[in-house]
C-alpha cells in the first residue's frame, strides 16, 4: 500500500477511447490509471456492442460521481490533491480509492 494524492482526474477523448484519465502521485511513485471505453463505433470485428459500450461508460460516470462524494466536491478540477491509497503488485497499480478518513 503506497499514499499519494490525485494530480490529474478528467474526461479525455483521445487516440479512439473517452473516460476518466486520473494520474496518482506519491513519494517517489507516479502512474495513470485509465477507465473508459472505445469512442468509436464497433465494425464487424469488435467483440462489442454500443449497447455495452453505452453501460460500461455509464459505470464510468457512476465511478466518478462516488469518488467526487467521497471527496465531498463538486467539480472534477477539485479532485486534483485529494488524498489517495494506492495498492500496487510490484509495479502494476492494482487498485486506489480516496482516502475519506483524513478529509
Given at each position: 500500500?503506497?499514499?499519494?494524492?490525485?494530480?490529474?482526474?478528467?474526461?479525455t477523448?483521445?487516440?479512439?477511447?473517452?473516460?476518466?484519465?486520473?494520474?496518482?502521485?506519491?513519494?517517489?511513485?507516479?502512474?495513470?490509471?485509465f477507465?473508459?471505453?472505445?469512442?468509436?463505433?464497433?465494425?464487424?470485428?469488435?467483440k462489442?456492442?454500443?449497447?455495452?459500450?453505452?453501460?460500461?461508460?455509464?459505470?464510468?460516470?457512476?465511478?466518478?460521481r462516488?469518488?467526487?462524494?467521497?471527496?465531498?466536491?463538486?467539480?472534477?478540477?477539485?479532485?486534483?490533491?485529494?488524498?489517495?491509497?494506492?495498492?500496487?503488485?510490484?509495479?502494476?497499480?492494482k487498485?486506489?480509492?480516496?482516502?475519506?478518513?483524513?478529509?
Amino acid at each position: 500500500m503506497s499514499l499519494g494524492k490525485i494530480t490529474y482526474f478528467d474526461i479525455t477523448n483521445e487516440d479512439g477511447r473517452i473516460g476518466l484519465t486520473t494520474t496518482l502521485e506519491g513519494k517517489g511513485w507516479g502512474v495513470g490509471d485509465f477507465k473508459g471505453h472505445a469512442s468509436y463505433d464497433p465494425d464487424e470485428y469488435s467483440k462489442w456492442t454500443p449497447q455495452e459500450r453505452y453501460i460500461h461508460l455509464g459505470v464510468v460516470f457512476l465511478f466518478i460521481r462516488d469518488c467526487m462524494e467521497q471527496a465531498k466536491v463538486r467539480r472534477m478540477k477539485d479532485m486534483i490533491g485529494i488524498p489517495v491509497e494506492v495498492i500496487f503488485d510490484g509495479n502494476l497499480l492494482k487498485s486506489w480509492r480516496i482516502l475519506e478518513e483524513v478529509l
